[in-house]
Nanobody, 122 residues
């Protein structure tokens, strides 16, 4: 059984940093691309960042200078480091896994975590 578990969210102030972690089990982690998505109240899921099996990374424009995604295949984890947080970053953040290649599309990812709330106050 595949499990995807996020941690590290919380309430922070604008300008603060936050580190989201995602632990994955039940699949061959190194063979999967990993993505972070978020959903703000009343909005659709939005792509945030992804990292491929080859460690190539991609970010949405709104976070490209403020976020870093990384993975540790030995620990089956993926990290999203977020700096200079803004109130508009407030959302539930989801970690997701996709076999083989990285994409930016929500529906391409087969395995999802339960989500982790990030709230940024102004």
């Amino acid at each position: 059984q595949v499990q995807v578990v996020e941690s590290g969210g919380g309430l922070v102030q604008a300008g603060d940093s936050l580190r989201l972690s995602c632990a994955v089990s039940g699949l061959s982690f190194s063979r999967y691309a990993m993505g972070w998505f978020r959903q703000a109240p009343g909005k659709e899921h939005e792509f945030v960042a992804a990292i491929g099996r080859d460690l190539v990374t991609y970010y949405t424009d709104s976070v490209t200078d403020r976020c870093t995604i990384s993975r540790d295949n030995a620990k089956n984890t993926v990290i999203l480091q977020m700096d200079s947080l803004k109130p508009e970053d407030t959302a539930v953040y989801y970690c997701a896994a996709r076999a083989n290649t990285m994409t930016l599309t929500t529906r391409d990812y087969a395995y999802w975590g339960q989500g982790n709330q990030v709230t940024v106050s102004s």
